[in-house]
């Protein structure tokens, strides 16, 4: 149908396609990678980066600040960047602001926290309502924390803890705070009956050990906590967030009052402020037996793309001191909740899983890097985007360890690379893959150029030029019964030239052309399992999950 525009770009790249000199860009493709386009905010850079699956560049936004750590494309199209201020000495200026970039560049909203005491870092999220979920890193004083129950023993100096804002945006740089959850409030120590917070660890699984001690950096500690990413589901009204230090990941319930989230009580789950559920070091809330399964994580996030993991939550498990080798695996697990959303402990008392559903790197292949930042996502196709952010490598990887696509971040401090050059200090502390189909494309045209590295050696890997996007809602594709168990019949609106099964390793395990608009597939020869089905209508792709 001619009203149908194209959803998603094709790539056209030699299977395997490797050269030996390549250092930057593009290093490898297949044509059986994620179609989508990688968005990166390099860390010591002023610019965004938008490149497509041949490793172009589509689209750029310049600042006036470096990268604070994360960036995200708004379903508007809106650039979301977290800035390095530059002038706030905590997290040696990582962060202070946070910028809003419309598709064309020009700033839409920047605001700042950024002094001695308080300071936007690592991490923010946009909410469904518009505001604005960000970390904040905020001092304690000694005295302060001292009262709060922190043994003098731990306490050389300030304390650096965490807290949640959700900021509503208001004209140029304004916002308002409307709703604040803080660390301190929910502290609790079993050193000292005689000072505040005094309680047995076992016995406040939603609280902070506020006496403990990263062995990183030792009883100087001033970076306590250490959060390095937020995420936000609206389903649920939670929050999740990443706590490096802690070798753990927290969740928290949004559903409080902020006066709420400053005590126990109140919200849906009743707990107020307390976290609802942790994961990752047991021993952090007293259960000493239990085996830890975080070593200095980041990008906790929950799975929403089409993908069997959905619902679930992955995070990026660096490995930092790991024991029997310090390298880093990609985790997903499934908390056990009862029907009315409470999450459930073993009878050990650790919150379950007792392990991850799945790990990814083992040390062997692929050997996966990097033991600060880093992330990574499941794409539409089940497959995992990886960003290895030390070594500004991005890649996409089969299940069953099959490396689709890699690139390395050609940008420095100093700008672009030229192909063949050493890439020391292109940092990416993470990337975002999109859809084609993302709204954020309705109404582009999304051409890529040349890539960003300087003299770059020609590949063989072209895109088809796209057309506009349109909104992804104008195609139908249905599948009936769904789920199957022999048969589906599949029906479409638009014209398409073939439809595909992709089973959960991003294999594709059915592949035929289509003559009509509605199609009967025999499939009760699969295995029991999650699949997804692809249209390629037009010069576009549709896909609906069968679960």
Same mark, same amino acid.
């Given at each position: 149908?001619?009203?149908?525009?194209?959803?998603?770009?094709?790539?056209?790249?030699?299977?395997?396609?490797?050269?030996?000199?390549? $250092?930057?860009?593009?290093?490898?493709?297949?044509? #059986?990678? #994620?179609?989508? +386009? !990688?968005?990166?905010?390099?860390?010591?850079?002023?610019? !965004? +980066?938008?490149?497509?699956?041949?490793?172009?560049?589509?689209?750029?936004?310049?600042?006036?600040?470096?990268?604070?750590?994360?960036?995200?494309?708004?379903?508007?199209?809106?650039?979301?960047?977290?800035?390095?201020?530059?002038?706030?000495?905590?997290?040696?200026?990582?962060?202070?602001?946070?910028?809003?970039?419309?598709?064309?560049?020009?700033?839409?909203?920047?605001?700042?926290?950024?002094?001695?005491?308080?300071?936007?870092?690592?991490?923010?999220?946009?909410?469904?309502?518009?505001?604005?979920?960000?970390?904040?890193?905020?001092?304690?004083?000694?005295?302060?924390?001292?009262?709060?129950?922190?043994?003098?023993?731990?306490?050389?100096?300030?304390?650096?803890?965490?807290?949640?804002?959700?900021?509503?945006?208001?004209?140029?740089?304004?916002?308002?705070?409307?709703?604040?959850?803080?660390?301190?409030?929910?502290?609790?120590?079993?050193?000292?009956?005689?000072? =505040?917070? +005094?309680?047995?660890?076992?016995?406040?699984?939603?609280?902070?050990?506020?006496?403990?001690?990263?062995?990183?950096?030792?009883?100087?500690?001033?970076?306590?906590?250490?959060? /390095?990413?937020?995420?936000?589901?609206?389903?649920?009204?939670?929050?999740?967030?990443?706590?490096?230090?802690?070798?753990?990941?927290?969740?928290?319930?949004?559903?409080?009052? $902020?006066?709420?989230?400053?005590?126990?009580?109140?919200?849906?789950?009743?707990?107020?402020?307390?976290?609802?559920?942790?994961?990752?070091?047991?021993?952090?809330?007293?259960?000493? /037996?239990?085996?830890?399964?975080?070593? %200095?994580?980041?990008?906790?996030?929950?799975? $929403?793309?089409?993908?069997?993991?959905?619902?679930?939550?992955?995070?990026?498990?660096?490995?930092?001191?790991?024991?029997?080798?310090?390298?880093?695996?990609?985790?997903?697990?499934? @908390?056990?909740?009862?029907?009315?959303?409470?999450?459930?402990?073993?009878?050990?008392?650790?919150?379950?899983?007792?392990?991850?559903?799945?790990?990814?790197?083992?040390?062997?292949?692929?050997?996966?890097? #990097?033991?600060?930042?880093?992330?990574? #996502?499941?794409?539409? /196709?089940?497959?995992?985007?990886?960003?290895?952010?030390?070594? %500004?490598?991005?890649?996409?990887?089969?299940?069953?360890?099959?490396?689709?696509?890699?690139?390395?971040? @050609?940008?420095?401090?100093?700008?672009?690379?030229?192909?063949?050059?050493?890439?020391? %200090?292109?940092?990416?502390?993470?990337?975002?893959?999109?859809?084609?189909? +993302?709204?954020?494309? =309705?109404?582009?045209?999304?051409?890529?150029?040349?890539?960003?590295?300087? /003299?770059?050696?020609?590949?063989?890997?072209?895109?088809?030029? @796209?057309?506009?996007?349109?909104?992804?809602?104008?195609?139908?594709?249905?599948?009936?019964?769904?789920?199957?168990?022999?048969?589906?019949?599949?029906?479409?609106?638009?014209?398409?030239?073939?439809?595909?099964?992709?089973? =959960?390793?991003?294999?594709?395990?059915?592949?035929?052309?289509?003559?009509?608009?509605?199609?009967?597939?025999?499939?009760?020869?699969?295995?029991?399992?999650?699949?997804?089905?692809?249209?390629?209508?037009?010069?576009?792709?549709?896909?609906?999950?069968?679960?």
């Amino acid at each position: 149908m001619q009203r149908l525009l194209s959803l998603l770009m094709a790539v056209l790249c030699l299977p395997g396609m490797v050269y030996a000199q390549l $250092t930057v860009g593009l290093i490898e493709a297949n044509p #059986s990678s #994620s179609p989508g +386009y !990688t968005l990166m905010a390099p860390l010591n850079s002023t610019n !965004t +980066y938008l490149i497509d699956q041949c490793g172009r560049l589509v689209h750029q936004w310049q600042s006036d600040h470096t990268s604070g750590a994360a960036a995200y494309l708004c379903p508007n199209g809106d650039l979301l960047r977290l800035l390095k201020m530059g002038n706030s000495p905590l997290l040696s200026g990582i962060g202070g602001g946070i910028e809003r970039r419309s598709w064309d560049g020009e700033l839409l909203w920047k605001y700042v926290i950024s002094d001695s005491n308080f300071a936007i870092h690592h991490d923010a999220v946009l909410m469904p309502n518009g505001n604005i979920l960000a970390l904040i890193a905020e001092r304690i004083p000694k005295a302060e924390a001292q009262q709060a129950g922190r043994d003098t023993a731990y306490l050389q100096g300030d304390l650096l803890v965490d807290a949640v804002y959700e900021i509503q945006p208001v004209g140029d740089t304004g916002g308002i705070i409307v709703w604040k959850w803080r660390l301190m409030d929910h502290v609790v120590q079993d050193i000292s009956p005689d000072r =505040a917070n +005094y309680a047995s660890l076992s016995s406040s699984p939603g609280k902070i050990n506020i006496n403990f001690v990263d062995p990183i950096q030792g009883i100087g500690m001033i970076d306590f906590s250490h959060a /390095n990413s937020i995420d936000y589901n609206p389903e649920t009204d939670e929050i999740l967030i990443s706590a490096r230090n802690f070798n753990e990941i927290w969740i928290l319930d949004h559903s409080t009052t $902020t006066q709420e989230a400053a005590t126990s009580t109140g919200g849906r789950h009743g707990k107020g402020g307390e976290l609802i559920f942790r994961w990752g070091n047991p021993a952090m809330y007293g259960i000493e /037996n239990a085996e830890k399964q975080l070593f %200095g994580q980041h990008n906790a996030r929950w799975i $929403t793309q089409y993908s069997p993991m959905n619902g679930k939550i992955m995070v990026f498990n660096n490995g930092l001191g790991r024991q029997g080798g310090q390298y880093a695996t990609v985790n997903v697990l499934t @908390p056990t909740m009862t029907k009315d959303g409470a999450y459930v402990r073993e009878e050990d008392g650790t919150y379950s899983p007792v392990a991850p559903d799945l790990t990814f790197g083992d040390g062997g292949t692929p050997s996966l890097q #990097s033991v600060f930042m880093s992330g990574a #996502s499941f794409t539409n /196709n089940g497959t995992l985007r990886i960003t290895e952010a030390l070594l %500004g490598r991005i890649s996409e990887y089969r299940l069953d360890n099959t490396l689709l696509w890699s690139y390395v971040n @050609p940008v420095v401090a100093s700008g672009p690379l030229e192909q063949g050059a050493n890439p020391a %200090g292109n940092i990416v502390f993470r990337s975002e893959l999109y859809s084609p189909n +993302y709204p954020a494309f =309705a109404g582009k045209t999304l051409v890529g150029t040349q890539p960003i590295e300087l /003299n770059p050696v020609v590949n063989n890997c072209t895109v088809t030029n @796209p057309t506009t996007v349109v909104d992804p809602g104008h195609i139908q594709v249905g599948a009936y019964p769904n789920p199957f168990t022999s048969e589906l019949e599949v029906t479409l609106d638009a014209e398409a030239s073939s439809i595909a099964v992709v089973n =959960a390793l991003g294999e594709v395990v059915v592949h035929v052309p289509v003559d009509n608009s509605s199609m009967r597939l025999s499939l009760g020869w699969l295995p029991a399992g999650t699949y997804v089905l692809r249209a390629n209508c037009g010069q576009g792709l549709v896909v609906v999950k069968l679960p």
